[in-house]
C-alpha cells in the first residue's frame, strides 16, 4: 500500500511538472506562448516584453545563472558575447571580464591608500563603507554605488528582497508603503499585493524614502591628495556654496557627469556636484579626469592638457608602416603621440618607394609660439610609396590581381559568382563590361582572389568580401570604385599600367609581362585611367 502511495505520488508531480512546463501563457496583450516554461527564460518572445519584465520573474528559481531581473539562463550562455538578458547580466564585466575590476597603475596604489578596510571607492576622488553600496540608497555623488553597473553581478542572500537594478533589502522593509530601493521597485503594487496577501482591489499607497543620505553615520571620504595644482592656478572663488569654473584653464572640456552640455571658463557649479574635464584637439589629458565642488572648494588639482601630434598621417594613409620609439622604448605609433615621440615611416607591404628614398624619420615638437605640437622631419627628403604592381610571389598560386565579382538578387541577400575582375588600384578593379549589367553598385560583392561558390549574405562563408561604391562604364570595360581600399599583400596587389603610348580610346583585358616578369594590361582608354588617377590621389 505504502509503495502504491508513493507511486501515485510521484506520477502526480510528474504530471503537474509536464502541465505547467506545457501549458500555454498568456502575454499582457493577449498574445499566447506555446509554453509555460518560455517566461522567463532571458529571450523576449511576447511582443509587449511582458514574459521577461521584474514584476513577473523576481521570484523565479533558476538551476544555473539569473538575469538581475529575474530571468534565468544557462551556463553556456554566460560571457559567450552576446546579451540573452535584457539587463544584460550575463555579459556584465564582474563575470566575463574579472580584470576590469582592478584600477590601473597608479590609481590603484593612490586609493589603496586612503580607502579604509571596511571601504570601496565611491568614484574616482572618494570612498565608501561597504555596507551602503546596493543597499537602495544613493550615496555617491554621481549615484555609482546603486547602479547596475555596480549592482547588478550581486547575489542577495536569502530572506532578503532583491530590487530590479540589484540592490538587496531586508524582507521586512519590502512592501512596507516606505519606498527603500531608489528605483521604488519595493513598493510595486502588484508585488507587494501577492507578497503581504492584499487583495489587488486595495489601494497600496507609498509615503516618501525612509532614508536618506543626510542620516549616515559616515560620509563619503574625500581621496584627493592636498597638493597645489600642476599649473600653479589659485583657487577659484565661490558664490553661495557653489564653485566657480576657473576662467585660467587651458583647453579643457568640462561638464558634469549628468548633463551632456559643457560649461564654460566663469561658470557656477552648485555645491556637491562632480565634473568631468577632457582636453580639446590633439591634446592629453594629464592627471584625475574628474573633480568635485564641496562648500564652494574644488577638492581635487586640476589637470593640464598636454599638446600630442595627430596620428592621421599613420592611421589613414594604408601605403606606409610606422615604427615608433620613445625614450628608447618601443611604443605603439596608433595611440602613443606625446612630445619627444620619434617615428620612422617605411612602405607598407604591397607598396614600393618612388625613388632611392626608402624611410624617413618624424620627431612630434611643440612649437614655442603656437605651443602646437606637430611632426617634424628631421631630413628634408620625404618617403613616397606606390603599390608595387604586376608581380607574382613565389608562394602564391593564383595571379594576385584576380578578385570574384558576385552579384545579389533582388532582395540583396544571395549572391551568385558572375566573372572575375582585375585590381588595378588599391580603390579599383576593372571588368568586361557585358558583366557588369546593373547599376547599382549594392547588387555587387567583390570576393578576393578565385572564388566561384555562391553564398548568403547573412550566412558563413570564408571569403574577404568588399563593397562597390561606383561604377564607371566605358564601351567594353566597367571600372568599379571600392567603398574601402584593399589592404596590399603578396596574395592581393594589383595589375600594372600600360606604358604612356598604349592609353588609348579603348580598353583592353589583355595582359602581358616583361622580362622582369612584371605583368600589365596591353592597353586602356584615357578616360578610365584618369578616372582611376583623380580617385586614388
Not at 543597499?135 to 555623488?141: F, Q
Not at 594589383?494 to 612584371?518: A, G, V
Amino acid at each position: 500500500m505504502f509503495h502504491c502511495e508513493v507511486l501515485l505520488l510521484i506520477c502526480w508531480l510528474f504530471f503537474m511538472t509536464f502541465t505547467i512546463v506545457h501549458a500555454n501563457w498568456k502575454c499582457n496583450n493577449g498574445q499566447e506562448l506555446s509554453a509555460f516554461s518560455k517566461r522567463c527564460d532571458a529571450r523576449i518572445d511576447c511582443s509587449d516584453g511582458t514574459d521577461e519584465t521584474f514584476l513577473e520573474c523576481h521570484k523565479e528559481n533558476c538551476t544555473e545563472h539569473q538575469c538581475s531581473y529575474g530571468g534565468c539562463f544557462t551556463e553556456s550562455q554566460l560571457c559567450d558575447g552576446t546579451p540573452d538578458c535584457w539587463d544584460k547580466t550575463d555579459e556584465h564585466p564582474h563575470f566575463c571580464q574579472k580584470e576590469l575590476r582592478t584600477e590601473p597603475e597608479p590609481m590603484k596604489t593612490f586609493i589603496q591608500e586612503r580607502c579604509l578596510e571596511n571601504q570601496s571607492r565611491c568614484s574616482k576622488t572618494e570612498c565608501l563603507d561597504k555596507k551602503y553600496f546596493c543597499d537602495g540608497i544613493r550615496d555617491c555623488p554621481d549615484g555609482r554605488d546603486e547602479t547596475n553597473g555596480n549592482c547588478i553581478a550581486t547575489t542577495c542572500p536569502s530572506g532578503t528582497f532583491r530590487c530590479a537594478y540589484g540592490g538587496c533589502l531586508e524582507n521586512a522593509k519590502a512592501c512596507d508603503h516606505k519606498i527603500d530601493c531608489w528605483d521604488g521597485t519595493d513598493e510595486v503594487p502588484f508585488i507587494c499585493f501577492e507578497m503581504r496577501g492584499k487583495p489587488q482591489s486595495d489601494l497600496w499607497p507609498s509615503h516618501i524614502p525612509r532614508r536618506n543620505t543626510t542620516s549616515r553615520t559616515t560620509s563619503p571620504v574625500l581621496v584627493y591628495p592636498k597638493v597645489k595644482t600642476p599649473s600653479n592656478i589659485p583657487e577659484p572663488s565661490s558664490v553661495n556654496g557653489s564653485c566657480i569654473v576657473p576662467s585660467s584653464l587651458k583647453n579643457l572640456h568640462l561638464k558634469t557627469l549628468f548633463n551632456v552640455l559643457p560649461y564654460t571658463f566663469g561658470s557656477s557649479i552648485s555645491d556637491s556636484v562632480v565634473v568631468r574635464l577632457s582636453c580639446y584637439g590633439n591634446s592629453q589629458l594629464n592627471g584625475n579626469d574628474l573633480n568635485h565642488c564641496l562648500h564652494g572648494i574644488w577638492q581635487g588639482p586640476w589637470p593640464e592638457c598636454i599638446p600630442t601630434c595627430s596620428l592621421s598621417p599613420f592611421n589613414k594613409d594604408l601605403s606606409i608602416r610606422a615604427f615608433c620609439m620613445y625614450k628608447g622604448e618601443i611604443r605603439n605609433c596608433k595611440t602613443h603621440n606625446t612630445i619627444g615621440t620619434s617615428v620612422t615611416v617605411t612602405c607598407a607591404p604591397g607598396y614600393k618607394p618612388t625613388d632611392i628614398i626608402t624611410s624617413e624619420v618624424r620627431l612630434c615638437e611643440k612649437h614655442a609660439s603656437s605651443g602646437i605640437a606637430d611632426w617634424k622631419f628631421i631630413k628634408q627628403t620625404r618617403l613616397h610609396c606606390i603599390p608595387d604592381c604586376g608581380k607574382i610571389h613565389p608562394t602564391v598560386k593564383n595571379d594576385p590581381w584576380l578578385v570574384s565579382i558576385f552579384q545579389s538578387d533582388v532582395t540583396l541577400s544571395n549572391y551568385t559568382f558572375k566573372c572575375r575582375g582585375i585590381i588595378v588600384s588599391p580603390w579599383h578593379f576593372i571588368a568586361v563590361r557585358l558583366c557588369i549589367n546593373e547599376e547599382n553598385p549594392m547588387r555587387y560583392a567583390i570576393a578576393e582572389g578565385i572564388q566561384s561558390a555562391s553564398f548568403m549574405k547573412n550566412g558563413e562563408y570564408s571569403y574577404m568580401l568588399h563593397n562597390v561604391a561606383s561604377i564607371f562604364n566605358s564601351q567594353k570595360i566597367s571600372l568599379l570604385k571600392l567603398v574601402n581600399p584593399l589592404i596590399l599583400s603578396t596574395s592581393v596587389r594589383p595589375i600594372c599600367m600600360p606604358s604612356r603610348e598604349y592609353h588609348t580610346n579603348s580598353s583592353d583585358l589583355t595582359i602581358t609581362s616583361d622580362n622582369q616578369k612584371k605583368y600589365s594590361l596591353v592597353s586602356i582608354e584615357e578616360s578610365m585611367l584618369k578616372q582611376i588617377n583623380m580617385d586614388f590621389h
